[in-house]
């Protein structure tokens, strides 16, 4: 239908349906749906009898006026939606006025009476049944909301506001305007005050603040604790120590023997056919004579081979007085040096096992060692050197036995007594595996184990004594050859001498006290022998002319012989 009108406003309704629906329940109960309330009879007198209003042909003819049905001013601005036919359409008069605006009301005087029969059915109660599930989206009746229409708000009384404090506008923000609160829609206008702070009791304040202070100074008593536990204490470290003392020593102490004995030894530096070693000395005499050892000096070739050094730091040249190859012994002297300080000499006889001595030297280069030990054993045969092959550089010591530490260096130094008087001339060590001779770099050398020989000072004392006066030394002989090769116990003389010779030399002291080639000496002056080697020890412990008394077995006999030791120039 298009008269100018929306085509929301009217919607035509047929006979048969109007008629099929129902008049609404007077009470407004039965369905669930929006009825129209019935029309109330007007006050004034009744118009002229019009046309019932449910009483509107299927279809109007040609000339009636039109058909318009009431709209619903709370759904004006929607869309047009059918609604249920729960209420009859309103259908006007001929009569009606045409220019009457959208959803106005007509006047009381304009509404028809309703026909009695009209009112019957109105008044008489019936049940009424709709014929499908109302339509939850149809147009209500008049003055109504529709379902979709917002519920109105729930009504909530203001929160009351305390009355002691008034409202405490926000502070202002640091970087510009107050930002936005939260809204309540149903508080009072105005800024929203701060919730009011709790107030805390004061006992609850000291109790939170004892706990605090307990618990930091539990911490710092916890971490002092510990410190002192760890440190043994706070305060700045000072250890004790002693108050300065007089730093004298007795005389027979090893710090007095030492600082007695150290003006009178040196160390020597060696540089000579192709090598060069360390050894050590001491003073004879004010001189300037040097005792050392052989093997230390022997790759000198002049004065310039050989360099001094006092234990006060002075360095001189030295020239070489003499050697001696079977004692291993060698005087050096140097000239132009004064304050020399001379050890003086003991006498290696009166040693005894156990007495304590004093060694000092450079051992590994190291100079003015001491080192302390006892004599562990006396006239001990030894023999070092043999290097050139032929035994003409094979040295044989009747040797006093030390634990007082001696390694390669300590060669030539003095071993001295409880009185710092010199006993032994320190020559050789015995190492793990063998011998050495205790000079040179310690790359290749033993190194000590508590076996320490030195050369008894009396031995010593004479050929020194020979080289500084003829620059050779002389050797006791008794004028046999020996068997080299036996291995009985006791030392044989043998069958024939160096190329061919008598073993025997006719004339020397063996011959002219009766020994035989074949006669195995067992003993010199009451001592065991076992060997050849310890035989031509115990002889050169001896000087030449002392008269020895040899047991020697003889095709099963043992004899005694007593002869004068005859003299050899050594080399």
């Known amino acids: 239908m298009n008269n100018g009108k929306p085509n929301w406003w009217s919607r035509p309704s047929s006979t048969p349906e109007t008629a099929r629906i129902p008049a609404p329940s007077p009470s407004g109960e039965g369905d669930g749906d929006f009825p129209l309330p019935a029309p109330q009879p007007p006050a004034t007198p009744e118009p002229p009898a019009t046309a019932p209003l449910d009483a509107a042909p299927a279809s109007a003819p040609a000339g009636a006026g039109p058909e318009v049905s009431v709209p619903d001013t709370a759904s004006a601005g929607t869309d047009p939606v059918d609604l249920a036919p729960a209420a009859p359409s309103v259908v006007l008069t001929k009569g009606e006025p045409q220019d009457r605006a959208p959803g106005q009301v007509p006047a009381p005087d304009q509404v028809p009476a309703p026909a009695p029969q009209a009112q019957a059915q109105a008044q008489a109660p019936v049940a009424a049944q709709p014929l499908h599930a109302p339509d939850e989206y149809r147009t209500p009746p008049y003055g109504e ?35 936005w609160g939260q809204y309540d829609p149903w508080g009072v206008g ?71 004995a150290l003006p009178g030894v040196v160390t020597l530096h060696v540089k000579g056919s192709g090598s060069a070693g360390t050894g050590t000395g001491f003073v004879l005499d004010t001189r300037g004579h040097i005792l050392t050892n052989n093997h230390v000096v022997d790759g000198a070739r002049s004065a310039a081979d050989i360099s001094v050094t006092f234990s006060s730091g002075e360095t001189a040249r030295a020239r070489l007085v003499g050697k001696d190859t079977g004692y291993d012994l060698a005087v050096v002297q140097v000239t132009g040096v004064s304050g020399l300080k001379a050890l003086p000499l003991g006498n290696s006889d009166n040693v005894r096992v156990g007495d304590p001595v004093v060694a000092i030297g450079a051992p590994f280069d190291l100079s003015n060692t001491v080192t302390s030990g006892i004599i562990s054993a006396k006239e001990r045969p030894i023999t070092a050197g043999g290097e050139k092959g032929d035994g003409s550089d094979i040295s044989y010591v009747d040797a006093l036995q030390t634990d007082a530490p001696i390694n390669p260096g300590n060669s030539g130094g003095p071993l001295l007594d409880s009185r710092a008087r010199v006993i032994g001339i320190n020559s050789a060590i015995r190492a793990a595996g063998g011998s050495g001779d205790g000079e040179g770099d310690g790359a290749s050398q033993p190194g000590s184990i508590g076996l320490g020989f030195a ?35 006791g030392a044989r003389v043998g069958e024939k001498g160096k190329d061919g010779t008598a073993s025997v030399t006719p004339g020397g002291p063996a011959a002219k006290a009766g020994l035989r080639p074949g006669d195995v000496i067992t003993k010199v002056d009451g001592q065991r022998v076992h060997n050849g080697e310890e035989l031509i020890v115990k002889i050169r412990a001896h000087r030449p002319g002392d008269r020895l008394e040899l047991t020697l077995s003889r095709d099963g006999k043992e004899l005694t012989k007593t002869l004068t030791l005859g003299s050899s120039q050594g080399t």
């Open 145 to 179: 909301p529709g379902p979709w229409a917002p519920a109105p708000p729930v009504q909530r009384p203001p929160a009351p506001v305390p009355p002691q404090q008034a409202p405490v506008p926000p502070p202002p923000h640091p970087q510009g305007p107050a930002p």
């Open 455 to 489: 050369i008894p000072i009396n031995q010593g004392k004479r050929v020194a004594e020979e080289l500084i006066n003829t620059g050779r030394a002389t050797h006791p002989v008794i004028g046999v050859s020996l068997d080299m090769q036996y291995n009985g116990d």
């Open 190 to 260: 105005g800024p929203v005050p701060p919730p009011a702070p709790a107030k805390r009791s004061r006992k609850g304040l000291a109790v939170a603040g004892a706990l605090v202070f307990a618990l930091i100074t539990g911490v710092i008593g916890g971490g002092i604790g510990a410190y002192v536990e760890r440190n043994g204490g706070i305060a700045a470290v000072e250890l004790p120590q002693a108050d300065a003392e007089n730093t004298g020593r007795a005389p027979d102490s090893v710090a007095g023997i030492a600082a007695s």
